[in-house]
């Protein structure tokens, strides 16, 4: 049973790009979310997406989209690169049937490099 | 706001002494908490869970930890450390259906 997959694992862009990051959920899982982890620092929620729309999302700002597929595969993008982004970028899977308490299911990340 | 306080950024223990790592939550409703481990370069694993459906919950790798409503508490113990603990740990409180994470405390295991 594959886990969750991110790609690329690794990344390094240049300040003002843009850069998109990829995501596939744990087999049987509708519901993908997205957490920033700057370094030293706890992972910080960003968004969550179920049936194709944004659903939940924490502190971020406009510059931080995303879209998720009929295949419940998910995107990040991020515009306008500040060195400030520099950070792994994780995904987690769960069920939206579940309760609050249901496992969520991470990917090992990506980390993004801003120059 | 609902969220969660992990007391210490670092701890250091020795191989076979007792691991405990702190955790405090604010919630007005009850709970859901988890523990994540994370290595280095890699993801969060989870280690346990609370869900209310017993107070002393117990994990992989021989970690558990006790709900205790009183102390808003959700501390992970463990009773022997091993080398292969050594590792970043967040304590996370479940708000609808999103993670919200403590700052984390590494844990030393010395030889």
């Known amino acids: 049973d594959a886990g969750v997959t991110q790609s690329p694992t690794h990344l390094i862009k240049t300040r003002g790009q843009q850069v998109t990051l990829r995501c596939s959920p744990k087999?049987?899982?509708?519901?993908v979310s997205w957490y920033q982890q700057a370094l030293g620092q706890g992972p910080q929620f960003i968004f969550q997406?179920?049936?194709?729309?944004?659903?939940q999302r924490g502190n971020f700002p406009d510059r931080f989209s995303g879209h998720q597929f009929p295949n419940y595969s998910s995107e990040l993008n991020v515009n306008a690169l500040l060195l400030g982004d520099s950070a792994l970028y994780l995904c987690?899977?769960?069920?939206?049937?579940?309760?609050?308490?249901?496992?969520?299911?991470f990917g090992s990340g990506t980390r993004l490099t801003v120059v | 706001a609902q969220s969660v306080t992990q007391l210490g950024s670092h701890v250091s223990v020795s191989e076979g002494a007792l691991v405990l790592l702190r955790c405090n939550y604010s919630?007005?409703?009850?709970?859901?908490l988890f523990w994540y481990v994370q290595y280095p370069n890699q993801g969060l694993q989870l280690l346990l869970k609370?869900?209310?459906?017993?107070?002393l919950v117990k994990g992989i790798n021989g970690f558990e930890a006790e709900f205790k409503k009183s102390e808003t508490s959700f501390h992970l113990t463990k009773p022997s450390a091993h080398m292969s603990d050594a590792a970043e740990y967040f304590c996370?409180?479940?708000?609808?259906?999103?993670?919200?994470f403590g700052s984390g405390t590494r844990l030393q295991v010395q030889p």
């Open positions: 919630s007005s409703v009850p709970p859901y």
């Open positions: 987690a899977s769960s069920l939206i049937m579940g309760t609050g308490g249901d496992g969520y299911t």
């Open positions: 997406y179920y049936e194709e729309e944004e659903r």
């Open positions: 087999s049987g899982h509708d519901t």
């Open positions: 609370y869900t209310s459906a017993a107070t």
């Open positions: 996370a409180v479940s708000i609808r259906r999103a993670l919200t």
